[in-house]
């Protein structure tokens, strides 16, 4: 288990029990291979105890061990990565092959996934704090892409963060410092978890080699707006 504390923080979590609050600490929790679906609210609670951890927080689940987590710093942002592909997730573009291996139910939970701390020390105002997680999760996705042909797992999470008292920031896309930022760690914190965790592994190469994942093989219907079609 991995504990992050800053006094008077604001934290928005896609995970469980997530939203926005303020508190003083986060938390990313290794659950054990084979993991059952449990109460996650007392087995939390327990695993604090166990380590002695005092206050409750945003939390996220991981089956990758905390000694992969890699932490990278740039600037007002620093983030934390853990990075497993046991159960990954691919949405292809073109049609749909034959032969390709369905995926297992993305409901599952399963051990992996794809969990990000992202915080800054400037204050997030108006929507800002929900643009560190679309900015995170593209960095995510580009760098899952790159590096594995896979643009996530089944269960990824983040959790994003700021200073509410820090330099105030209405913009947090790709082209402000704070975005440019959390690009720029997101990608090297999880290259480097990723690496630490398949050292002596290659990574999966399909969806169908992998222990779990889903590929998205269904296609929507699609169709203009009513009223915006040529001639009217």
Same mark, same amino acid.
């Given at each position: 288990?991995?504990?992050?504390?800053?006094?008077?923080?604001?934290?928005?979590?896609?995970?469980?029990?997530?939203?926005?609050?303020?508190?003083?600490?986060?938390?990313?929790?290794?659950?054990?291979?084979?993991?059952?679906?449990?109460?996650?609210?007392?087995?939390?609670?327990?695993?604090?105890?166990?380590?002695?951890?005092?206050?409750?927080?945003?939390?996220?689940?991981?089956?990758?061990?905390?000694?992969?987590?890699?932490?990278?710093?740039?600037?007002?942002?620093?983030?934390?990565?853990?990075?497993?592909?046991?159960?990954?997730?691919?949405?292809?573009?073109?049609?749909?092959?034959?032969?390709?291996?369905?995926?297992?139910?993305?409901?599952?939970?399963?051990?992996?996934?794809?969990?990000?701390?992202?915080?800054?020390?400037?204050?997030?105002?108006?929507?800002?704090?929900?643009?560190?997680?679309?900015?995170?999760?593209?960095? $995510?996705?580009?760098?899952?892409?790159?590096?594995?042909?896979?643009?996530?797992?089944?269960?990824?999470?983040?959790?994003?963060?700021?200073?509410?008292?820090?330099?105030?920031?209405?913009?947090?896309?790709?082209?402000?410092?704070?975005?440019?930022?959390?690009?720029?760690?997101?990608?090297?914190?999880?290259?480097?978890?990723?690496?630490?965790?398949?050292?002596? $592994?290659?990574?999966?190469?399909?969806?169908?080699?992998?222990?779990?994942?889903?590929?998205?093989?269904?296609?929507?219907?699609?169709?203009?707006?009513?009223?915006?079609?040529?001639? $009217?």
């Amino acid at each position: 288990m991995t504990r992050l504390r800053r006094t008077g923080t604001r934290w928005l979590s896609t995970g469980w029990s997530g939203g926005d609050r303020e508190a003083e600490r986060a938390y990313n929790v290794t659950v054990p291979e084979g993991w059952p679906t449990v109460d996650i609210e007392s087995y939390l609670a327990d695993r604090l105890s166990e380590a002695g951890f005092e206050g409750d927080g945003p939390a996220l689940l991981t089956g990758v061990d905390q000694r992969h987590a890699r932490i990278a710093r740039l600037d007002s942002v620093t983030v934390l990565a853990t990075a497993g592909l046991s159960n990954p997730a691919t949405l292809p573009l073109g049609p749909d092959r034959e032969g390709d291996a369905p995926g297992s139910n993305p409901e599952e939970r399963r051990p992996g996934t794809v969990n990000l701390f992202v915080g800054t020390t400037c204050a997030c105002v108006d929507g800002a704090l929900s643009g560190l997680v679309a900015t995170a999760t593209e960095a $995510k996705t580009a760098t899952l892409l790159a590096e594995t042909g896979f643009s996530g797992t089944t269960s990824d999470a983040v959790i994003v963060a700021c200073d509410p008292a820090g330099e105030p920031v209405e913009y947090v896309g790709s082209a402000t410092e704070v975005g440019n930022a959390v690009r720029a760690c997101v990608r090297d914190a999880l290259l480097a978890s990723l690496r630490s965790r398949y050292a002596e $592994k290659r990574y999966p190469e399909s969806v169908a080699e992998a222990t779990y994942g889903i590929e998205t093989r269904e296609r929507a219907t699609v169709e203009t707006i009513p009223g915006t079609e040529p001639g $009217k």
